[in-house]
């Protein structure tokens, strides 16, 4: 089906299909975890004249690399010249461009080869190829460029950025080609794949959003934090739609991950097909794949496919993936039985596991708290796209708690992954308003740590133990299974699409030779797969893969509040928001015992409006301090003032830019008495 004018109207009748479910009556997982390698273990014939594989503990040779060449990018380019702190005009408070960038005709950065002809197509993965998370990919012909996905990188201790929100993909290369982009395609709704969109749409032309409806939902509502951009040209499309975006046709499938309507792409080229299979496990009892979901792939495996960039994220784990049907029943058991309050921790995009949480609590008579500001958004999108549909009265606020017995009590709290200001750590730390920890309650921690996160999961375990609570962890009982694939789904999903060559995506360096391992080991040829970092430039002509020398630039991005840009920039622009909008900062003195402020806030503004003359400005200002701090700090018990000094700065930001059109520094300075 083309939809390349006509946006689709989705059916909010019901949830979508998922493997495994609908008209059939088998169950939709089956409980081995442990199955070792694909289902059949038959080897792929490699290509002709393809030298075979050797054993794992050989090195293997490498994909030979072109010479590069070719001319300057068209277009004019950006120079690097630094706005005069005196100029006249005011700034924008849309997205800046980005100042100070590498030059692509430095020595050390040559100029990047241009796609000159209509026999080759070029692939890069912008980012997402040397760690989890940031993952952008990019197919480009002679006159057209698609983008698929734009997801951030969370911080993490190990980061070593203090001060730094989120890190992006670097999109300098499709900023000086935007002429060419047509369309940015989302396989589904997680933040390392959308995080990044409100962040780089207007700096690459705003470009049509292709998605299916539960994303185009999780979208539009990250959108809401940003009123100033201009609204995104969302194009809802249904399950296996086909489009056409310039000159390529783009077909669609669905797969399954631990989100709803995420799907895969083939991308269709002059050279054949390249697939794009997003995260990806595969729906299977006992190792066996269900009926559609094994039908589905191999539709896709009947294409001419030239290329497969496949999801590598558990490539480093042999057999089959832990059944999610068997978390579920596992979590329903568990919920059943609690004897006392229970608090579950997991991942707020956790869809199909925090839906069936919830019609367990429903169940059982239980009443649900949710603990976060993701998990309530995810549930309300949820409830609208009817994937959740349960009366009102099941949820409570964590202040009416004491009016129900502790058993009756379930707690969904984000945090799982010890960010410092979720719910789960201010619980275990004591600072959370509402909620203090007693030994009757059980913690149930549903969820695997993120690789970068193991410094931060285990800071949160320490201090729940500390409780003497029961905890229950996805290591002592099944309470946790993953949304990528084992190998053994890896190679099956391979064979069945039946690829020439393959590029391992989505994971650090290890993730990605774990994936071209186990590829060689089960026949695939080593010099048709390649193994990328950030900004490779992979072409396709003639039936060959060429890994250019050249790479796409790949320095760091990065978000600072409402600002974008490298560590550099970021420095720079902190001093040029003080030279053009100024500071603003707030001084108030809070009762430690109750959490109100002992008088009015002091504000100081320097640079930014003249107080004496706006008034009414203060005054609004002084309500909206005296309402933020005190909603934060009631019943929070020690006061946790650097929980609440982030929440005010942005609350009190975004009050100001609606109101001025600027955006000064704000700096809220809390001492409590």
Known sequence: ???????????????RRSFGQGGSNRPRFGARANYRGAPARSKEAPAAGATPAGPRSATPSAPKRANGGGRAPEGERRGSRRPSRFNNKRRSNKAPALQHRISITDEKNPRLPEVLDDDTVRVIPMSGVEEIGRNMTIVETKDDIIIFDIGFQFVTEESNAPGINYILPNTQYVEERKHKIRALVVTHGHLDHIGGIPFVMERIGNPPVYTQYLTSLMIKKRQEEFP??????????KEGDSFTVGKVKIKTFPVTHSI??????????????????????????????????????????????????????NADREGFSAPEGQVLANLDTIIKNATGRMIIGTFASQFERLTAIIKSCEKYGKKVVLEGRSIKTNIDIARTAKLLEVEDKIFINAGDMSDYPSDRIVILSTGAQGEEFAALMRIATDKH???????????????SVIPGNEI????????????????????????????????????????????KFLIPVHGHHFHLKSHMYTAIENGFP?????????????????????????K???????????????????????????AEDGMFVIIATVNTKNGKLRKSPDIISRGFVYLRENQQLLGEARTLIKKTVEKHTENMHPLDLDYVKDELTNTVSGFLMQKTNKTPMVIPVLIGI
């Open 260 to 313: 709803p309507d995420a799907m895969g792409v083939s991308v269709e080229t002059p050279q054949g097909d390249i697939v794009i299979t997003g995260d990806i496990r595969l729906s299977h009892e006992d190792g066996e794949v269900v009926l559609d979901e094994r039908e589905s792939w191999e539709k896709v495996g009947k294409n001419n496919n030239l290329v497969l960039i496949c999801d590598s994220t």
């Open 1 to 15: 089906m083309d939809n390349q004018n006509n946006q689709q109207k989705p059916s909010t009748g019901g949830p």
């Open 456 to 499: 931060a999961v285990q800071k949160l375990k320490d201090n729940i133990y500390r409780k003497n609570v029961k905890v229950i962890n996805y290591r002592s009982a099944a309470v946790h299974s993953s949304g990528h694939g084992n190998a053994g789904e890896l190679n099956w999903v391979r064979q069945a699409v039946r690829p």
């Open 433 to 447: 308003k509402s909620i203090t920890l007693n030994e009757r309650d059980t913690i149930v921690l549903s969820s």
């Open 526 to 550: 080593r010099d048709n797969i390649v193994v990328p970092d950030n900004g490779f430039l992979i072409d396709f002509k003639n039936g060959e893969m060429i890994v250019r020398k050249e």
């Open 228 to 237: 100033h951009l201009d609204p995104i040209d969302m194009h809802v499309i």
């Open 552 to 578: 796409a630039p790949t320095e760091l991005v990065m978000v600072d509040g409402f600002t974008v840009g490298t560590k550099q920039e970021v420095v720079l622009r902190d001093r040029q928001t003080l």
